[in-house]
């Protein structure tokens, strides 16, 4: 069996490129890999509002249980975030997270928590992946065995909403005036960010607050073209702020009143100029190499350095926990915070939003402007099978024809070909590590010349994928 991971775990289609034997693999080869290496004996597996999403996580329970492991399954759909926060406060030395986060409906997929709280880094996925092909047989002789049963179960719905409203409530004033809709998006967050807001006092409405395996027929990614209801609804005035959440409630996206939707690479600097206020941003800053520069002029002005990382919110954690970032972000809508939980985690960042921004959102965006001016970023996918080796494979031609398009002062291949423009303005081309995509992001100094530069970027790579043969 050929596994690979992607940016953050694996995932397919369900029933075909996902199923239960792709599970019971790559739970089986991270159980031996992890009580080898680290002697883990206690496991949590967690899963979201998928099709087929708890009978993975009872396959991974039971593997677990035949190999002697302390496991326990979650009792109800249950956010990304709150069991990566249960792995850590809780002590337990791994979790499985069966999810596919943002994909759309027909897939699924399983994501490595480590004890620490993160995402599992690429040293012990490697591993995992070469003791699939090293140990295929006698895996697959293994979990044949394993008989079906009944696992124990664990609630952490209550105690992760008590810990972040414990958090809030001894660091911020909260203003108790706002009108709040949040839209769960039919995921696992239904519940949770509403519940913890109408608790601090605001008045709340939750739409799509069912789960829904189909996600009402969305697909669950917190983008503008998803959210129209809460969208208009802010719009409307009937709303201060809307918050929204992916599938399995990682990521975050917000509507303001006067201002309306603010994708990722608006929140974060708005948040992060916030935090310093709070005296929290003391060693540093990180970002992935999709997200807005205006992080970087952030860091520079509050003296602190700024690490780029690949896309993909391991590398962040991995920054967090070597203690040289306190807040790290991603232009797909996370954050994730020193004194949390190195993860990203939509329903702590939107509760958090709604308290620190107070409802005057358009104001910190004005702090922002004035200090690092102004910056717009957008992103396009192409479809677009084996688009990390498209790009790995003509690295030099991209390059070459995006530097037409101005005067380059850098060029990065961290993931991707990035390519950073004298004016400040960039242009980023990467391969999809969830879909069969390719990812093009650009920034620039305004709207109209960032959708200019998306537009200048796709003829570039649709004439080079057309002489390639790529569909």
């Given at each position: 069996m050929n596994v690979r991971f992607g940016t953050d775990g694996v995932r397919g289609i369900i029933d075909s490129t996902f199923n239960e034997l792709v599970v019971a693999t790559i739970v089986e080869a991270a159980l031996r890999h992890w009580s080898r290496q680290y002697g883990a004996t206690r496991l949590l597996v967690g899963y979201d509002t998928r099709r087929k999403s708890k009978e993975y996580a009872e396959v991974a329970a039971v593997i677990a249980a035949s190999h002697g492991f302390d496991a326990l399954v979650v009792d109800s759909p249950t956010p990304t975030p709150t069991v990566a926060w249960a792995v850590k406060s809780m002590g337990f030395h791994?979790?499985?997270?069966?999810?596919?986060?943002?994909?759309?409906?027909?897939?699924?997929?399983?994501?490595?928590?480590?004890?620490?709280?993160?995402?599992?880094?690429?040293?012990?996925?490697?591993?995992?992946?070469?003791?699939?092909?090293?140990?295929?047989?006698?895996?697959?002789?293994?979990?044949?065995?394993?008989?079906?049963?009944?696992?124990?179960?664990?609630?952490?719905?209550?105690?992760?909403?008590?810990?972040?409203?414990?958090?809030?409530?001894?660091?911020?004033?909260?203003?108790?005036s706002l009108n709040v809709i949040v839209d769960p998006m039919h995921g696992a967050a239904v519940g949770y960010t509403s519940k913890i807001l109408e608790s601090l006092g605001m008045r709340v409405k939750e739409i799509h607050g069912f789960h829904d395996s189909s996600f009402g027929g969305l697909e669950p990614e917190p983008e503008e073209r998803n959210l129209g209801e809460m969208i208009n609804a802010v719009a409307s005035g009937d709303f201060d702020l809307g918050i929204a959440h992916d599938g399995d409630a990682d990521r975050l996206a917000v509507a303001v009143k006067g201002l309306g939707f603010l994708g990722a690479n608006r929140i974060i600097p708005i948040m992060i100029n916030k935090l310093n206020d709070l005296g929290l941003i003391r060693r540093g800053l990180g970002r992935t190499v999709a997200t807005t520069h205006l992080v970087d002029c952030l860091a520079s002005r509050f003296g602190v350095p700024l690490y780029e990382t690949p896309v993909g919110i391991k590398y962040i954690s991995e920054l967090i926990i070597d203690g040289k970032i306190d807040i790290g972000g991603e232009e797909s809508g996370g954050?994730?915070?020193?004194?949390?939980?190195?993860?990203?985690?939509?329903?702590?960042?939107?509760?958090?939003?709604?308290?620190?921004?107070?409802?005057?959102?358009?104001?910190?965006?004005?702090?922002?402007?004035?200090?690092?001016?102004?910056?717009?970023?957008s992103r396009i996918d192409m479809a677009m099978q084996n688009s990390k080796e498209f790009v790995a494979s003509n690295g030099d031609a991209i390059i070459d024809s995006l530097s037409s398009l101005g005067e380059v002062s850098k060029v990065v291949r961290m993931d991707g070909i990035k390519v950073i423009y004298a004016d400040g303005s960039w242009l980023l081309i990467r391969g999809s590590g969830t879909e069969p995509k390719l990812r093009i992001y650009a920034e620039t100094k305004s709207r109209e010349s960032t959708e200019e530069l998306l537009k200048r970027a796709i003829s570039i790579i649709s004439k080079l994928g057309s002489v390639k043969g790529i569909k």
């Amino acid at each position: 069996m050929n596994v690979r991971f992607g940016t953050d775990g694996v995932r397919g289609i369900i029933d075909s490129t996902f199923n239960e034997l792709v599970v019971a693999t790559i739970v089986e080869a991270a159980l031996r890999h992890w009580s080898r290496q680290y002697g883990a004996t206690r496991l949590l597996v967690g899963y979201d509002t998928r099709r087929k999403s708890k009978e993975y996580a009872e396959v991974a329970a039971v593997i677990a249980a035949s190999h002697g492991f302390d496991a326990l399954v979650v009792d109800s759909p249950t956010p990304t975030p709150t069991v990566a926060w249960a792995v850590k406060s809780m002590g337990f030395h791994l979790g499985f997270q069966i999810t596919a986060s943002h994909n759309p409906p027909q897939y699924n997929g399983i994501k490595i928590i480590t004890m620490a709280g993160s995402s599992a880094f690429p040293n012990d996925t490697d591993e995992v992946e070469k003791i699939i092909r090293d140990e295929g047989d006698d895996i697959i002789k293994s979990i044949r065995d394993v008989p079906s049963k009944s696992m124990p179960t664990v609630s952490l719905k209550d105690p992760y909403i008590d810990y972040i409203l414990s958090w809030l409530e001894s660091r911020v004033d909260i203003n108790k005036s706002l009108n709040v809709i949040v839209d769960p998006m039919h995921g696992a967050a239904v519940g949770y960010t509403s519940k913890i807001l109408e608790s601090l006092g605001m008045r709340v409405k939750e739409i799509h607050g069912f789960h829904d395996s189909s996600f009402g027929g969305l697909e669950p990614e917190p983008e503008e073209r998803n959210l129209g209801e809460m969208i208009n609804a802010v719009a409307s005035g009937d709303f201060d702020l809307g918050i929204a959440h992916d599938g399995d409630a990682d990521r975050l996206a917000v509507a303001v009143k006067g201002l309306g939707f603010l994708g990722a690479n608006r929140i974060i600097p708005i948040m992060i100029n916030k935090l310093n206020d709070l005296g929290l941003i003391r060693r540093g800053l990180g970002r992935t190499v999709a997200t807005t520069h205006l992080v970087d002029c952030l860091a520079s002005r509050f003296g602190v350095p700024l690490y780029e990382t690949p896309v993909g919110i391991k590398y962040i954690s991995e920054l967090i926990i070597d203690g040289k970032i306190d807040i790290g972000g991603e232009e797909s809508g996370g954050l994730a915070y020193s004194w949390h939980v190195p993860e990203k985690d939509g329903i702590y960042s939107g509760s958090l939003f709604a308290s620190l921004i107070d409802g005057n959102a358009s104001v910190e965006l004005d702090r922002i402007t004035s200090i690092c001016g102004t910056m717009y970023s957008s992103r396009i996918d192409m479809a677009m099978q084996n688009s990390k080796e498209f790009v790995a494979s003509n690295g030099d031609a991209i390059i070459d024809s995006l530097s037409s398009l101005g005067e380059v002062s850098k060029v990065v291949r961290m993931d991707g070909i990035k390519v950073i423009y004298a004016d400040g303005s960039w242009l980023l081309i990467r391969g999809s590590g969830t879909e069969p995509k390719l990812r093009i992001y650009a920034e620039t100094k305004s709207r109209e010349s960032t959708e200019e530069l998306l537009k200048r970027a796709i003829s570039i790579i649709s004439k080079l994928g057309s002489v390639k043969g790529i569909k």
